[in-house]
């Protein structure tokens, strides 16, 4: 992969006297504006205190971003909002970086507390984050950040987590035919070949002997192949064992149930499940996880031709139960259920499953919040507690069992839509899901379609893939907070 985002550096050295161009600054209400500030503002006869009090900086307006120049430094000051907390540090500083001239040299002021001085850095270098990979014309980027705190740790481990997302935004912005099925699963055993963690590519072979239909089934109509990608990470004296689950649909252009033109070029980004697993497995030995994590890549491509399956297809699914196709667009879910399957089969003290699943979580969550459902609950509690320290929001949906009957089908186990009218779309894609779990095995969904890509700059976020999850897991994992299998 190609060098997206900036190394990352720490000092604790006078910010002033760091050979930098710029010196970004976050700043909240007068009274807490940190020691760094002060410093510098007493080096420049309170110039600081003139410009912010010049705006109206009394309560800092988050995200506002101003500039004045102190012995040939530019300073940038940052607006953090009345009362920050750990994400209006990121939301600020990326903000920030997003405005530092091309080719400068830019320091960052962290303070010494470890979780904001971590906060901070990872804001920096994900606002830095650029996909050039396709551009003819080089473009002057940012090589360094350096954050001025005595906190190296905290750098160093924001360090890890930054760039997982940066994987993983990386490979939701690969164009699709860069990333066909077999493509992928090349292109995640090259990135974890130094990770500790081990690769196993099943292909269409080991599928059909393996009754892995629901992956078969949606691949049909393309020319290229499906894959499943087994990964897995077990350090010595691993007590705990997680299975992660990542849909990986290439392209979705919907099948035979063809999607509209419009907005159909995101759907390079339907693999972002897949993508966030394999980010989160190349950092679990450089954050040293005492957890044992097995990932299942579920990798196809839904195209419409004259061997795609069709609506109204049955599937014998490889856990013997039967598939109505009602809709060939709901195809993620198909893929999603061979790898749930195999994971329960292992008897992992848990089952997480990632997918861009379903448009109705847009309109349950918004962009910025995923839904997350299942039969884990302390799993889940301990899950989004972590994902708060990152920034990463998550909505709670029950799975009621009466709307298991909206799956119902005339002529097989179930189908793979619910009938007209019915409704709760992000809810009965989990009550599908569901049916592929052993029932004695702990498992939650996570549907993140909003927040997994985006048009626009929002902060640290770029346009195209987030990255969104990977640092949810990881700072869970790395808790080690994984609740014992009943």
């Avoid at 702990?442 to 990977?470: I, K, Q």
């Amino acid at each position: 992969m190609d060098q997206s985002i900036p190394n990352l550096v720490s000092t604790s050295d006078d910010p002033l006297k760091a050979g930098t161009d710029v010196l970004i600054i976050p700043v909240g209400g007068p009274e807490s504006r940190g020691a760094i500030y002060d410093s510098v503002n007493a080096a420049c006869d309170a110039e600081l205190d003139k410009t912010l009090d010049a705006l109206g900086f009394t309560k800092a307006t988050a995200n506002t971003v101003t500039q004045t120049l102190v012995h040939d430094m530019v300073i940038m000051l940052v607006g953090l909002g009345d009362q920050p907390d750990l994400e209006a540090y990121r939301m600020a500083v990326g903000s920030a970086i997003q405005q530092v001239p091309e080719g400068k040299r830019v320091a960052v002021a962290a303070g010494d507390e470890p979780v904001i001085a971590g906060a901070i850095a990872e804001g920096a270098v994900l606002g830095a984050y650029h996909f050039d990979r396709y551009r003819n014309v080089e473009q002057e980027r940012l090589d360094e950040i350096v954050i001025v705190t005595k906190a190296s740790a905290a750098v160093e481990r924001a360090d890890v987590m930054a760039t997982a997302t940066a994987l993983a935004r990386n490979l939701v912005n690969t164009p699709p035919a860069n990333k066909r099925p077999e493509d992928l699963a090349d292109t995640i055993a090259g990135l974890l070949k130094d990770n500790n963690v081990s690769v196993t590519i099943r292909d269409q072979a080991w599928l059909e002997a393996h009754d892995g239909n629901g992956l078969l089934a949606v691949c049909r109509g393309s020319e290229h192949e499906p894959r499943l990608v087994e990964l897995d990470y077990n350090p010595a004296g691993a007590e705990r064992h997680v299975v992660l689950v990542g849909k990986g649909i290439t392209f979705d252009t919907g099948g035979i149930n063809l999607k509209p033109s419009q907005g159909m070029a995101d759907m390079k980004s339907d693999m972002a499940g897949t993508a966030v697993v394999t980010a989160v497995m190349s950092a679990l030995a450089a954050l040293d996880v005492k957890v044992r994590v097995t990932g299942f890549c579920t990798i196809a491509e839904n195209m419409p031709s004259g061997t795609a399956q069709r609506p109204s297809d049955v599937i014998t699914m490889m856990n013997g139960k039967t598939v109505e196709v009602g809709n060939t667009d709901a195809e993620g879910r198909l893929v999603m259920a061979d790898g749930l399957v195999l994971g329960s089969r292992m008897k992992p003290d848990v089952i997480i499953d990632l997918a861009t699943l379903t448009g109705a979580q847009i309109v349950v969550a918004g962009m910025e919040i995923a839904c997350v459902m299942g039969t884990a609950d302390v799993a889940m509690d301990e899950f989004e507690e972590a994902a708060e320290t990152e920034g990463e929001e998550y909505i709670r949906l029950p799975l009621p069992k009466r709307y298991a009957t909206g799956l119902k089908s005339n002529i097989a186990d179930m189908n793979n839509i619910s009938g007209a009218g019915f409704g709760a779309g992000t809810i009965m894609a989990g009550m599908f899901l569901a049916e592929f779990v052993e029932e004695d095995t702990p498992w939650f969904h996570v549907d993140f379609a909003g927040p997994s890509f985006r048009d626009s700059v929002s902060g640290y976020l770029s346009p195209g893939g987030t990255g969104f999850g990977v640092r949810s897991l990881l700072a869970w994992l790395e808790t080690g907070n994984i609740p014992p299998r009943a």
